[in-house]
């Protein structure tokens, strides 16, 4: 009866647009799926610095290569950002992070294709970062305060990391041959799977109605995804660059443009781990974690000196 009456003032809470903070009562299963969602999403900033770190001794210039140094230490801070909110779930960061080690948490498909020329710098800001903003602007006005407020600052530095992919994209579109055809093929083969990262059809996706009700996901993933196809084909246009879907038509009476069907089983597979680069990047971030047990060691050391030197002083 308690519990019943806690959640009828949590939901009225929520309907009123408050934010729940982490003393707050919440339902168990609140706390279980926030902590699904932003660990995930953590892991999937972590991961994400892989396939552009490969680019950046590559740049083609110094200002490229500070550009893109930037946007990967930016994407480590949104994992600390993302990993910091789920803490205040009452989970450890190690437990989190030995999920992800282990393979039992996923993180978004995209990060499992490979980035085979300089292009793909281009194309992943403009349109893997394109996606991102489109869903955490709505994230960072979900129910959950250190969820919103992480995807808050987050958004403010995707938004500079896509306009440094865009630029690229609109460099290349303009240049020779060459880099026109290099761009073109990257735009090709990042387009579908930047629609996968919203996520499995509404109808085939079972977390969609509780986040909703809870105002964790304010839309859904196929709202989302039209809404992130609608501004790109503009952006597609004015950079002179097509996108691959020969179904793509602009429907005036839902102002919508529709879109081709998108290959699901490519999709599942890549999520339970067969796309092209998931064996990588789990064996690099398995490698990256045993190398760095020393920082861990060290910054623990440091923490538990600190908190000796205050309790002296108490
Ligand atoms: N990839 O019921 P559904 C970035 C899973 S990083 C893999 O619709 P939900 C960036 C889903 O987990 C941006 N798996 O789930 C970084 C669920 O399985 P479980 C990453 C996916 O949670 C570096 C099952 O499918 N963004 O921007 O309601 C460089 C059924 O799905 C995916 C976030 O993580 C996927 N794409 O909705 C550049 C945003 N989609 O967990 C850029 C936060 C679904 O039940 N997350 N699955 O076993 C979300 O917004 C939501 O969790 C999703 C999925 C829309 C992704």
Redesign the pocket.
Known sequence: MEDANKLKEFEARIERGEKIEPKDWMPERYRTQLI??IS??AH??IV??LP?GNWITRAPSLRRKMSLLAKVQD?AG?GLYLYCAAETLGVDRSELVGEFLSGKA??????NYPTLTWADIGA?GWL??GA?IV??TM?AKCSYGPYSRANLRICKE?TF?KVQGYEIVCTMAQGRPAQRKMIQDAVNRWWWPSL?????HDKN????AE?MKWKV?LFS?DDLRQRFVNLTVRQARAAGVTLPDPDLKYNPETDNWEFGEINWDEFWSV?RGNGPCNRDRMRARRRAHVEGAWVREAADAYAAKQRAKAAKSA
């Open positions: 699904r969602m995930q999403h999937s900033e994400g610095m552009e994407e949104h996923k993180y978004s498909n995209i990060f992943i893997v970062d991102a869903n955490q994230l995707e990391h996968m990262m919203f996520g499995p996706s079972p977390n969609s986040l996901k993933n999520v």
